[in-house]
């Protein structure tokens, strides 16, 4: 008997842990086509900044294509509560389907949008209506897939599974990347400026349509008692957990600067600070990307093994000591290995909060207010400091002050880990240990 109880709770954990595997797959296509649609744009601003901005140097291009970049993130918050509402109220499942298919509309527009030479002023104000179309998107997209990402997981390695949220997020810009070398190596840079930088976003609004026909037959995680809740969804019902959300937005402001330092922004550094060739920039930061992306599932098992909140702590204390150094020896490297190297080392220490990024705000709210209490803290956040990112280090060096940078990073990331510190246990306290998913 004891052998056949054995065996019975090993098959039904083999099938749990299989079950587990396919939602996180469905639920990450969408993710992973949302983000690669999402890091397109700063990658290929590079070659498309003329076209919308025909005026002035190099850096002024590149800084009015860093300012729609942040529009995109301003739309965030509004996106948060929207999907964060939808998702909470009619299900995690209907959020996912919608957010996808308002990045694809995103992506087809600028993919076919006129450029200032032929439709003047217009132009720019489109490219700034399609990407705050997408910020809308993601905004709505971060929230409802870390919670349905983390609901699903197995309870004792879901800091292992719900890593796979950032895998699909750093999966997307490298293939961006990918992408973006490709075109590099079989087109010239004036075929890049001219109409190369389309094919991208093209290929974005196809891939998006693969991951709507996935996603349809995702299994739905949250009850219908828990949706026809009357505070489900509202600004009501999570306004009662103040804590957390102001534990949410602690971290994130720090976690989120670091992240889109060392991704997005780290390629235009390469080639502005340390006068990389753009060529060069983007193989670096290539495979400095996919050497994150594996490393995600690594530190979300050490999270289940050391806690949610020793994690952050690690991060924190190590961005505060590390980000300085790694930004001027950057600023002086000339060799790309070393390059790629050095930026390995920071993405290390961003890992210890990527990688629990979602699920840590999932373990801080009840099912009934977790989406949007993920989505819109997350989102305020990231939109005032993550998307600000480019904007606010192109700005400083355009003043001759770019090492203030620095020390703004830094500082944001002392404050995570003095946030961390205070913090409570998620991974030991939080709404969604147990073994129940359902709650």
Not at 316 to 322: F, P, R
Request: positive net charge.
């Amino acid at each position: 008997m004891k052998v056949e109880a054995l065996g019975s709770g090993a098959i039904s954990s083999s099938s749990e842990t299989r079950r587990c595997i396919m939602a996180i797959v469905g639920a990450s296509s969408g993710n992973l086509v949302e983000w690669f649609d999402f890091f397109v744009y700063s990658f290929c601003s590079i070659y498309f900044a003329h076209a919308f901005f025909p005026s002035g140097n190099t850096s002024t291009q590149l800084l009015n294509t860093a300012g729609v970049f942040a529009t995109g993130f301003l739309m965030r918050p509004v996106g948060g509560w929207m999907f964060g509402r939808i998702a909470d109220k009619y299900g995690r499942r209907s959020s996912m389907i919608i957010s996808v298919l308002m990045m694809c509309a995103g992506s087809l527009v600028i993919a076919l949008l006129p450029t200032y030479a032929t439709i003047g002023a217009a132009a720019p104000a489109l490219l700034l209506v399609a990407r705050s179309f997408q910020g809308l998107s993601v905004g709505g997209e971060y929230g409802t897939s870390a919670t349905y990402m983390s609901e699903v997981a197995v309870a004792g390695r879901r800091g292992f599974f719900a890593s796979f949220q950032y895998v699909t997020v750093i999966g997307g810009q490298v293939l961006a990347l990918i992408v973006v070398v490709i075109l590099q190596q079989i087109l010239s840079t004036e075929e890049l400026r001219a109409w190369g930088w389309r094919v991208p976003f093209a290929i974005g609004a196809v891939a998006a349509l693969v991951s709507l026909y996935l996603r349809r037959s995702l299994e739905e995680t949250s009850t219908n008692a828990t949706r026809s809740r009357s505070d489900a969804g509202t600004l009501r019902g999570l306004l009662t957990h103040k804590r957390a959300i102001a534990t949410v937005l602690g971290f994130t402001a720090g976690g989120s600067l670091s992240f889109y330092t060392f991704t997005t922004y780290m390629q235009k550094y390469l080639v502005n600070t340390a006068g990389m060739h753009p060529k060069t920039a983007s193989a670096v930061m290539t495979t400095a990307l996919i050497v994150y992306m594996l490393m995600q599932p690594a530190f979300g098992a050490l999270s289940d093994r050391i806690g949610r909140r020793m994690s952050m702590i690690l991060f924190g204390v190590l961005a505060t000591i590390g980000t300085v150094p790694l930004l001027y020896a950057l600023k002086e490297v000339t060799n790309p290995y070393a390059a790629v190297a050095l930026v390995i080392i920071a993405l290390a220490i961003v890992s210890l909060y990527t990688s629990i990024s979602g699920l840590i705000k999932a373990e801080m709210f009840p099912q009934e207010v977790r989406a949007l209490g993920v989505g819109l803290s997350y989102a305020i956040a990231n939109a005032i400091f993550g998307g600000s990112a480019e904007y606010v280090a192109l700005a400083l060096k355009s003043l001759g002050s770019e090492p203030a940078f620095y020390w703004y990073v830094t500082a944001l990331c002392a404050i995570a880990c003095v946030v961390a510190i205070r913090m409570r246990d998620p991974s030991e306290t939080g709404y969604l240990r147990g073994n129940s998913q359902r709650e």
